[in-house]
């Protein structure tokens, strides 16, 4: 639990405390899509999200999953050279969508290594999650000790999700997260600080939806831009203002204190590759922002779920 020395509930510390390790993420890539690119709800994604699903791209690169995999486990292999040392996390896109198939024939090849990596990880949108899909991912217990499922919230204002083209809800996200624990599914949930026409309190919004859907885990991330994204051109035209890193650390600082102390976070702030990277620019390394967020607890005195949110928990 958090404490004055460690205030933030991290992954690093939790899988520390359970597993006796880190575990590094090995991200992998079906090649598939989402409803907000097909055209099922809208074409070209997310305006921050890339034509790689904000993943690596490996499967336009014609990698193989079995490729993919062995170059993210000889990664985790320089951390952990025996034993348990990756987390299988199904990145990019929505993996749960159009269909189960391609995800199902990936879960059939990747579970010979459950014993390299304990833990699995599926991320999709809220509206692209199915009984049928809590199903195939709840049988995954059978071979890993964890079953993690990461939704994207990112805003709780409608207004916002119109602006941001994302073509979702709120209500969804919270179905979605029903769903997933019904089947004793770990939930992660996805936030994002500093999209256009986000209120000031939007992040604490959407840490308190969080909390009230009941996640295990969370995810903070700051908008940035990246190449081959509708926000690049509005970047460009100078149509978005972008959060300094001073901003950021003050809003998750904020937002760290009303999230439950019983929740993991997976993540204080997010990076992209610098090939990808366009803004903003000036921020320091991403350990660095992580520093300066678990200092700026300790000034205050504070700690993560020391204020309560409004919203109770459910789901």
Partial sequence: MPSAEHPVRTLGRDLMARYGRRLRRVMLDLGLTCPNR????????????D???SGTGAA???QSLEQQWQQGLA???????????????FQ????????????????????????CAPI??????????????AQLLAEQRESFAEVWVEFGLETTDAEVQRRIARHDSLESFHRACVLAGEFGLKRICHTMAGLPGERPDGLLRQVEEAARAGVEGIKFHQLMVLRRTQLAKMWVNNEVELLSPDVYVRM??????LLPASVVVHRLVAEAPPEEYLAPSGWPPRAKVHSMIEHEMQRRG?????KKPQAEACG
């Fill in 38 to 49: 097909d055209g099922a709800k809208g074409y070209g994604g997310c305006i921050y999200c």
């Fill in 51 to 53: 034509v790689s699903g």
């Fill in 60 to 62: 336009r690169q014609r």
């Fill in 75 to 89: 990664r985790a292999r320089k951390v952990n050279p025996q034993g348990p040392a990756a987390i299988l996390y």
């Fill in 92 to 115: 990019s896109y929505s993996n749960t969508y159009p269909d189960l198939e391609p995800l199902q024939q990936a879960l059939a090849q990747m579970r010979r290594w459950a014993d």
């Fill in 120 to 133: 699995l990880a599926v991320g999709t949108r809220p509206d692209c999650f199915s009984p049928e899909a």
């Fill in 252 to 257: 998750v600082a904020d937002a760290l204190e």
């Fill in 302 to 306: 504070s700690l993560q779920g020391i």
